[in-house]
């Protein structure tokens, strides 16, 4: 039994990878997955997926409370931890062009029983983060519709019995208790619509995911061009604050500090979910994953360089620090000039690109978790039915609208500021098991073709799986209890349904 549960998929036998033109699909005659996504695509989605609810709102709770100024180190630091992994990643999946991501690639490498829970990891990324950057969406969305009624003089806002969640956290978020709102009616009917546009497909989706890049992008270009004009650099001294105990600054700030923006570079992994339907794996995932992760770090570094240095970091503390930063500016021109219309102007673009850019994390993570569903039933470790395409689009149309609806529930209902540990703990686990993986299968399988291979593999992969474990240890000590019990229900599907119906174990018997 035990080495059933570390039994591995050969690379040929993977019923995800056909040995000449690779498809996501298996028999002849049988519906696949379309392969229409580009390099362009690809680095489109990373983006999509990373710049979101970081760069719109951790950024300045990392400042105020943390770094200061030195936020800039935490991001390097954080990305450093990335990219270690964004390498590994990038060498699966122009290896194995599946759309399994770190599930397929530990099923490759490390056995079935570290594969489910990595899968099962995954939700917690996805699903959960999904659900958590629709309520994020729902209170910026909320900020518009003051600002319009603002604007106009007619009362466009929603009762908050309709705008938040009717559950939350008390008595040290260990309680659960009602609020008296009815439902977070914004986050559900977000969710609803992406999920329907993942059901239509992946051509509708990835070309609306870079509509959205592209808007977002543009006004982020705009603040910092803007915001530029009025950095005082006497905001930046003392560049590292001094340390006021615990994590409080210093370098111990920092380093508290980089663990808190890692949650804003999640995402860029969503990428290899779409190798499946890459045009030309082998080449573009490499592009997409170091591309966007790339691109994306020197806008984080730039956003914090900008809002520190025209913003007195203590007063980022906000759940909108961006537009923080702009009100601050706005307080020290003069009224009806034409500094103060340029800049209320950007606050208005602001909101509408958080919009955006929360949108498309939206997206690409209710695009992500489908997929994995798919290739995990592909495999028999959940059901058959999460295994099928539709007929019409090829998208794996069960475990989308499975996915909306969950996510639906868990937006309209519940507080997930204490699920987006969750998140980045299952993130953290999934990233230091590929870097594992890829030095695994260096040594058992040192002839496969490599697209692309990590640099000094002896020395990248343990140093990737360290810096994330590292940052798992750190930031969430406190945090272990959710996970053991997500980990122990895992355990029992597993034993009860994936177990049973493994098709390695069937056919090794």
Not at 39 to 51: D, S
Not at 170 to 197: C, D, Q, R, Y
Not at 293 to 317: E, S
Request: positive net charge; aromatic residues 12%.
């Amino acid at each position: 039994m035990i080495k059933g549960l570390f039994a591995t998929h050969t690379i040929e036998a993977m019923p995800h990878v056909d040995a000449g033109e690779p498809v996501e699909g298996g028999a002849e005659g049988e519906v696949t997955l379309k392969r229409v996504l580009t390099a362009r695509h690809l680095v489109m989605l990373g983006i999509g997926a990373v710049i979101g609810a970081g760069i719109f709102a951790i950024t300045g709770t990392a400042a105020a409370q943390f770094a200061g100024p030195a936020l800039i180190f935490s991001f390097l630091i954080a990305a450093f931890a990335c990219g270690l992994a964004g390498m590994c990643y990038a060498e699966f999946a122009a290896m194995l062009p599946v759309s399994g991501s770190a599930y397929s690639y530990s099923y490759a490498t490390l056995g079935e029983v570290v594969a489910w829970f990595i899968g099962w990891a995954l939700v917690l990324e996805y699903l959960f983060a999904a659900s958590t950057v629709a309520v994020a969406w729902s209170g910026y969305f909320g900020e518009m519709l003051r600002m319009l009624s603002s604007m106009t003089g007619v009362n466009f806002t929603l009762p908050a019995a309709l705008s938040s969640a009717p559950l939350t956290f008390a008595e040290g978020g260990h309680k659960l208790v009602f609020t008296g709102a009815l439902i977070n009616l914004p986050a559900i009917l977000i969710v609803g619509a992406i999920s329907w546009l993942c059901y239509m497909g992946i051509t509708q989706s990835a070309t609306v995911n870079a509509i959205i890049v592209a808007i977002k992008v543009t006004v982020i270009v705009l603040f910092l061009i803007v915001m530029f004009n009025y950095i005082n650099a006497d905001l930046w001294h003392p560049f590292i604050p001094a340390n006021e105990g615990g994590s409080k600054f210093g370098w111990s700030g920092i380093y508290r500090g980089a663990t808190l923006v890692f949650f804003a570079y999640i995402g860029f992994d969503a990428v290899s979910t779409a190798a499946g339907e890459a045009k030309n794996p082998q080449r573009d995932m490499p592009i997409g994953i170091l591309g966007s992760l790339l691109i994306c770090t020197v806008l984080y570094i730039a956003m914090a360089a900008v809002m520190t240095g025209t913003t007195p970091f203590r007063m980022l503390n906000t759940p909108e620090p961006v537009a923080t930063a702009i009100n601050y500016v706005l307080g020290n021109v003069a009224p009806g000039s034409a500094s103060s219309y340029l800049l209320g102007s950007l606050k208005v673009l602001v909101v509408f690109a958080a919009l955006a850019g929360l949108s498309s994390v939206i997206l690409v993570m209710l695009m992500g978790q489908p997929r994995i569903f798919y290739s995990m039933s592909r495999d028999g470790l959940l059901p058959k039915a999460l295994g099928k395409l539709h007929s019409k689009h090829r998208t794996p149309y069960i475990g989308t609208i499975l996915v909306g609806v969950i996510a639906c529930l868990l937006a309209g209902l519940f507080p997930v500021d204490v699920l987006g540990d969750l998140v980045s703990m299952g993130t953290l686990l999934a990233f230091a098991t590929v870097c594992i993986g890829v030095l695994v299968l260096r040594r058992t399988r040192p002839e496969l073709p490599r697209a692309f291979r990590v640099p000094l593999p002896w020395l990248v992969c343990p140093l990737g799986a360290f810096a994330c474990m590292f940052l798992f240890w750190q930031a969430f000590k406190v945090r272990w209890p959710l996970l053991v019990g997500w980990i122990v229900i895992g355990f029992l599907v597993y034993a009860f349904y994936g177990y049973r119906n493994s098709k390695l174990r069937q056919s090794a018997q």
